[in-house]
Structures are given as structure tokens and as C-alpha cells.
């Protein structure tokens, strides 16, 4: 006996990719409408770029809880139990499928260098670095230029606007939050959503996840321990470096290293102590070896120095 047809149609649909994000969507909405009850306390003085704080605010400690409680203990059980080059191997591929979205951004930026680059760092790592698995591209002195739709608005002329913390997601901003809709369907076609095996595709975005923020485990502690607040070192540090991508600025990928901030500057240090060692030391055998009957506390002396 066949089941009845509109069984039939409820299992299409849910193994097509729109149900899924529908579906994430509307879990979202609905963080997003408690959220905004609960961020509607108004902040004095807030910065011009951020002038929805209250409600940022409340989706960001929304967020922070919903990491803090399951996508961080994951990701440390996925960095325990995983070796470094498996993770290193999967953290490469998925750069690298990346990087034909952000060939298509760059292109259609006008950045013609950029793409002509990006394609050559794809088909490098694909070739030679066994599928990605090895970023062979940047070992030979080409970086990778991340790139979305986010950012070619911005290059389009397409102001920002204001600071947006979105349910799941993290920082953005009115204008990467359009801007994500063009990424989504952008990766659709060139990333793991072309991927028709659903079971497979939902896997791979699973694990797309927990590798993204297993790589932001350190940054994440390394905020936890040194800023006073989380939130605005977060915002500052994102504004910083979206504005940087639009300017077509290189080296902004990453937070700044702050953990050796109590440490001694090497460059300083080490330099001197090179160049001062040599004079005060005398390059003479009495300053090593006495000579018979000679004064030991006067050549001695200068050689403990």
C-alpha cells in the first residue's frame, strides 16, 4: 500500500533546503521578538554607530548563553578529540569552497585582481593541496582575501547603518544583514548547499559550525580575559574590521594578540642585551684565565659582569 500523496509531499518538502532555513528562520524570529522585550531598556549616551544597544544587547547575552552552553562545550570536545591536521585539513576545505563565492564578490567589486587571485588560490588548493585539505596557496606567499555580499554592498556605496546583533548569528549590521541574503543564495550554488544528498548536506553544515568556532576558541578567551566589556570590544572589533574589508585592506582578519600585553617588548630586549655583553666583557685571556701572582678579584670581577 502506498502512503497517501500529501505524506509524500510533506517528505519532499522537508528534504528540500528551503524548509531547513524556513524552519531556522522562524526559530529566530521568535528569539528575536523575546529579545526585544527584553533589550527595550534604553542606554545613556549610546554610540552613534549602535544606536539600538538595548536590544543588541539583549540578543548578544541571548547568544552568549546559548554558546557558553552548547556550541563552545562542542567545539572543545570536537578540538579534544580530533587531531590538529584532521581539524586543519577540514578547517582548509571549507575555506577553500569558500573562496568561489568570494572570487564572484571580488569580481563583482571590480576588483579584478582579487578574483584573478582567488581563483588561482582555488585551483591551487584544489590540485596540489588534495581538495583544500592543504592551503598550499598560502605557504606560497598568496593569502587568502575573504570576501562576501556584505562587503560589496559596501564597495557599491551602501552605507553600513546601524550595529545589528542577529539571534545566532553575532554581530553584523543593517547592511551585512542584507547582505546575507545574497550570500545564502550565493553559496547555494557554489558551496555545500549544492550539495542534493540532504542528509549529507545537513551533516556538512553541522560540522561547518563546529569548525568555525572551534578556530574562535582562543579569540573567544582571549575577550573573556582581558576586555572590561565583551560586548563593546566585540562591536568595535567587528565595525573595524568590516570597514577594512570595504577599503580593500589586508591583515584584518583576526583580533589582536593581547595575551603578552604584561610581558617584557623582545624586540627591545633582546637587541640590547647583544650589544652590551661584548663591552663589558674584556676579549682578553687574564679575564678567563689569571695570571700567576695577579690580582684574582681584579680580573675575576669583570668576567662575572
Request: proline content about 8%; some cysteine.
Amino acid at each position: 500500500m502506498s502512503p497517501p500523496r500529501s505524506l509524500i509531499d510533506t517528505r519532499n518538502n522537508m528534504n528540500s533546503p528551503s524548509f531547513y532555513w524556513t524552519g531556522l528562520l522562524r526559530v529566530a524570529s521568535l528569539a528575536a521578538a523575546g529579545l526585544t522585550l527584553a533589550g527595550c531598556a534604553s542606554v545613556q549616551q549610546p554610540d552613534p554607530r549602535d544606536p539600538w544597544e538595548g536590544f543588541n544587547r539583549g540578543v548578544y547575552s541571548f547568544n552568549d548563553t546559548v554558546d557558553r552552553n552548547f556550541l563552545r562545550p562542542i567545539s572543545v570536545g570536537y578540538t579534544y578529540v580530533t587531531p590538529q591536521p584532521v581539524r586543519t585539513c577540514v578547517h582548509n576545505m571549507f575555506n577553500n569552497i569558500a573562496d568561489v563565492w568570494a572570487a564572484a564578490n571580488s569580481m563583482l567589486q571590480g576588483r579584478g585582481l582579487d578574483a584573478i587571485n582567488t581563483v588561482g588560490r582555488f585551483l591551487f588548493n584544489t590540485t596540489l593541496g588534495v581538495g583544500g585539505c592543504i592551503d598550499v596557496a598560502t605557504a606560497n606567499g598568496q593569502p587568502r582575501i575573504p570576501n562576501d555580499f556584505g562587503t560589496t554592498l559596501g564597495v557599491w556605496g551602501f552605507g553600513q547603518g546601524p550595529y545589528l546583533v542577529l539571534p545566532f548569528w553575532g554581530p553584523s549590521s543593517v547592511r551585512d544583514g542584507v547582505g546575507l541574503t545574497g550570500d545564502f543564495f550565493g553559496n547555494t550554488y557554489t558551496s555545500v548547499g549544492a550539495i542534493e544528498n540532504v542528509r549529507v548536506r545537513n551533516s556538512l553544515y553541522g560540522l561547518e559550525i563546529i569548525d568555525r568556532r572551534a578556530s574562535l576558541l582562543d579569540a573567544t578567551d582571549t575577550v573573556d580575559r582581558i576586555a572590561l566589556d565583551p560586548y563593546s570590544f566585540v562591536r568595535d572589533a567587528y565595525l573595524q574590521r568590516r570597514n577594512a574589508m570595504v577599503l580593500g585592506q589586508r591583515g584584518q582578519d583576526n583580533l589582536p594578540d593581547y595575551s603578552d600585553d604584561d610581558a617584557p617588548d623582545a624586540k627591545s630586549t633582546t637587541p640590547a642585551s647583544s650589544t652590551t655583553v661584548p663591552k663589558t666583557v674584556p676579549n682578553t685571556t687574564p679575564a678567563t684565565v689569571p695570571a700567576p701572582g695577579a690580582n684574582q678579584s681584579g680580573t675575576v670581577a669583570p668576567a662575572k659582569r
